[in-house]
């Protein structure tokens, strides 16, 4: 390790809990986050949400602090706390000054180990959330991501909402959430991670005799994703504006596709510079906005084009995204591009590393998604060695890839030629 990562130890605990900090000498501050392994693909039909059900729970209280005295507690250190749900994994965290870190892990460790999950806040925040969903469907963009993922992952865990629906949050009881939260919510299946100015030995002290007594819990078994998808679905709104996703299946978080794959997708929509911008947005003027996304998942990952433009330009912004696609494929990147490209991967990586909260989320989901705590210097090294034979490579693995539109908007399925767009939804 260099002398930068050589800050960051990384264990086991006795109780299964994984532990990965890094000390940051020139802080005062600290961010702590407890990362669970367990998301909406993990989640049962029926209880669809009940990870995002949790997010908003934990913080509710414990036996021994309620809701407010976590919150005045946090205040008056002059801490924050959130959380939030992905598709694999929940994370919740606290940032304060690195002299109130016992107060933080306590916070933490409490809610962890034993909160309250009571009949009342599940009914409040069962409210709270279905308001959400509702507000979500209101928002045609938004509308249209969700549905693209429902197109890609027809029939799967992965192609739901991660909010849930209203019947499933619906109809949710204390019970099911508590039954959820005891099968995942272990220490087998917890990162801890600490960043700032911290100490590996005290932080692990403290984390082992909290959870010793509630050992056990590993990572979900999860259901393979199948090989189809729904090449086009169309959501009929009286907007003003057509949203517009189109989705790629693409490479998992493990492949090693993904390293070229992550300098596409900059050159293809990533940045101001990127070929859909320039000819979408600064050369006609079709959009607004308009950019491509990669999104990595323990089998499998989707690459996908979003974009919002007026109705009559639908047909004209869809032929040039799929010409680039194409073209992409089947002549590669300029080496200008490849350059412009590994250059702002490499910064992106760098940045994200300015403060303890940012460092502190690299580590948990490095060693959650991985079981180790990837360098700096590692990932950048693998950005240097991306060519551009390997990123036409992955074009062409693109390009062929089962395809998806996704559209909401003031018109029909039969408004799109499928055929042209290349929306088979053939297996790969």
């Given at each position: 390790?260099?002398?930068?990562?050589?800050?960051?130890?990384?264990?086991?605990?006795?109780?299964?809990?994984?532990?990965?900090?890094?000390?940051?000498?020139?802080?005062?501050?600290?961010?702590?986050?407890?990362?669970?392994?367990?998301?909406?693909?993990?989640?049962?039909?029926?209880?669809?949400?009940?990870?995002?059900?949790?997010?908003?729970?934990?913080?509710?209280?414990?036996?021994?602090?309620?809701?407010?005295?976590?919150?005045?507690?946090?205040?008056?250190?002059?801490?924050?706390?959130?959380?939030?749900?992905?598709?694999?994994?929940?994370?919740?965290?606290?940032?304060?000054?690195?002299?109130?870190?016992?107060?933080?892990?306590?916070?933490?460790?409490?809610?962890?180990?034993?909160?309250?999950?009571?009949?009342?806040?599940?009914?409040?925040?069962?409210?709270?959330?279905?308001?959400?969903?509702?507000?979500?469907?209101?928002?045609?963009?938004?509308?249209?991501?969700?549905?693209?993922?429902?197109?890609?992952?027809?029939?799967?865990?992965?192609?739901?909402?991660?909010?849930?629906?209203?019947?499933?949050?619906?109809?949710?009881?204390?019970?099911?959430?508590?039954?959820?939260?005891?099968?995942?919510?272990?220490?087998?299946?917890?990162?801890?991670?600490?960043?700032?100015?911290?100490?590996?030995?005290?932080?692990?002290?403290?984390?082992?005799?909290?959870?010793?007594?509630?050992?056990?819990?590993?990572?979900?078994?999860?259901?393979?994703?199948?090989?189809?998808?729904?090449?086009?679905?169309?959501?009929?709104?009286?907007?003003?504006?057509?949203?517009?996703?189109?989705?790629?299946?693409?490479?998992?978080?493990?492949?090693?596709?993904?390293?070229?794959?992550?300098?596409?997708?900059?050159?293809?929509?990533?940045?101001?510079?990127?070929?859909?911008?320039?000819?979408?947005?600064?050369?006609?003027?079709?959009?607004?906005?308009?950019?491509?996304?990669?999104?990595?998942?323990?089998?499998?990952?989707?690459?996908?084009?979003?974009?919002?433009?007026?109705?009559?330009?639908?047909?004209?912004?869809?032929?040039?995204?799929?010409?680039e696609i194409e073209e992409l494929a089947s002549r590669g990147i300029t080496p200008r591009e490849l350059d412009v490209a590994k250059g702002n991967l490499r910064s992106e990586t760098l940045l994200s590393c300015e403060?303890?909260?940012?460092?502190?989320?690299?580590?948990?989901?490095?060693?959650?998604?991985?079981?180790?705590?990837?360098?700096?210097?590692?990932?950048?090294?693998?950005?240097?060695?991306?060519?551009?034979?390997?990123?036409?490579?992955?074009?062409?693995?693109?390009?062929?890839?089962?395809?998806?539109?996704?559209?909401?908007?003031p018109f029909d399925a039969d408004a799109f030629d499928g055929a042209a767009l290349g929306l088979t939804g053939r297996a790969a």
């Open positions: 390790m260099s002398s930068r990562a050589s800050a960051i130890q990384c264990e086991r605990l006795a109780s299964g809990v994984r532990l990965v900090t890094e000390r940051m000498r020139d802080v005062r501050s600290v961010a702590i986050g407890f990362w669970v392994g367990t998301g909406s693909r993990d989640e049962p039909a029926r209880l669809a949400g009940a990870s995002h059900f949790l997010e908003h729970l934990l913080f509710k209280g414990t036996p021994t602090r309620s809701a407010a005295a976590i919150a005045e507690a946090l205040d008056e250190v002059g801490g924050d706390c959130n959380a939030f749900t992905t598709k694999e994994y929940t994370a919740f965290y606290v940032r304060l000054l690195s002299e109130h870190l016992r107060l933080g892990l306590d916070i933490l460790g409490d809610i962890m180990e034993e909160p309250s999950l009571s009949e009342h806040d599940v009914d409040a925040e069962r409210t709270v959330i279905l308001d959400e969903i509702l507000m979500h469907a209101d928002e045609p963009a938004d509308l249209a991501a969700e549905t693209a993922m429902s197109a890609l992952f027809p029939g799967h865990p992965l192609g739901r909402d991660t909010l849930g629906d209203r019947e499933s949050v619906g109809a949710t009881t204390a019970a099911d959430i508590r039954g959820f939260f005891e099968e995942h919510y272990r220490p087998g299946n917890v990162v801890v991670s600490v960043a700032g100015d911290c100490n590996h030995e005290e932080v692990a002290a403290a984390l082992e005799r909290r959870f010793a007594a509630r050992p056990g819990g590993a990572a979900p078994v999860r259901e393979p994703v199948g090989p189809d998808v729904d090449p086009l679905v169309v959501v009929r709104r009286p907007t003003e504006q057509a949203h517009l996703v189109l989705g790629m299946r693409s490479v998992s978080r493990f492949d090693e596709a993904r390293w070229p794959l992550a300098v596409l997708n900059v050159v293809l929509g990533g940045g101001l510079s990127s070929r859909l911008f320039q000819k979408v947005r600064e050369e006609r003027g079709l959009a607004y906005s308009i950019w491509s996304e990669r999104n990595g998942y323990f089998d499998t990952g989707c690459t996908t084009v979003s974009v919002g433009t007026a109705p009559e330009q639908v047909d004209q912004v869809l032929e040039i995204v799929t010409g403060d303890s909260g940012a460092r502190m989320s690299r580590l948990g989901t490095s060693v959650l998604l991985y079981g180790r705590a990837w360098t700096i210097d590692e990932v950048l090294a693998h950005i240097d060695e991306v060519d551009a034979e390997a990123v036409q490579e992955v074009a062409r693995s693109l390009a062929a890839a089962p395809r998806t539109l996704a559209a909401v908007g």
